[in-house]
């Protein structure tokens, strides 16, 4: 069994900054990805940024610039650093973990931590 758990999310002024950190403990292999998505009230839920265990980042469009994504292999650990934030960068926040073993895939996800962006 996998656990993801988030923490870092809060309420924060527009231009300001948030550090989101994601663990995930069990039984994960040496290669894999993690991730961070994003859901907004009515929206679909979207890929964020995500780092692979090589260190390979791909980050969305609209993020490319101010977030950061930063991974520590031995810990299956993940940051996210959130920068220059904007009213519509409010969401929850969720981590993801997931990886391919031959024809097999698995992805567990976190509860989310919530961040408002608000004057």
């Known amino acids: 069994q996998v656990h993801v758990a988030e923490s870092g999310g809060g309420l924060v002024q527009p231009g300001g900054s948030l550090r989101l950190s994601c663990a995930a403990s069990?039984?994960?292999?040496?290669?894999?990805?993690m991730a961070w998505y994003r859901q907004a009230p009515g929206k679909q839920r979207e890929l964020v940024a995500s780092?692979?265990?090589?260190?390979?980042?791909n980050y969305a469009d609209s993020v490319k610039g101010r977030f950061t994504i930063s991974g520590d292999n031995a810990k299956n650990a993940v940051n996210l650093q959130m920068n220059s934030l904007k009213l519509e960068d409010t969401a929850v926040y969720y981590c993801?973990?997931?990886w391919g073993v031959g024809w097999s895939y698995s992805h567990y996800w976190g509860q989310g931590t919530q961040v408002t962006v608000s004057s």
């Open positions: 993801k973990v997931e």
């Open positions: 069990g039984s994960i292999p040496s290669t894999s990805t």
């Open positions: 780092i692979t265990t090589g260190g390979a980042t």
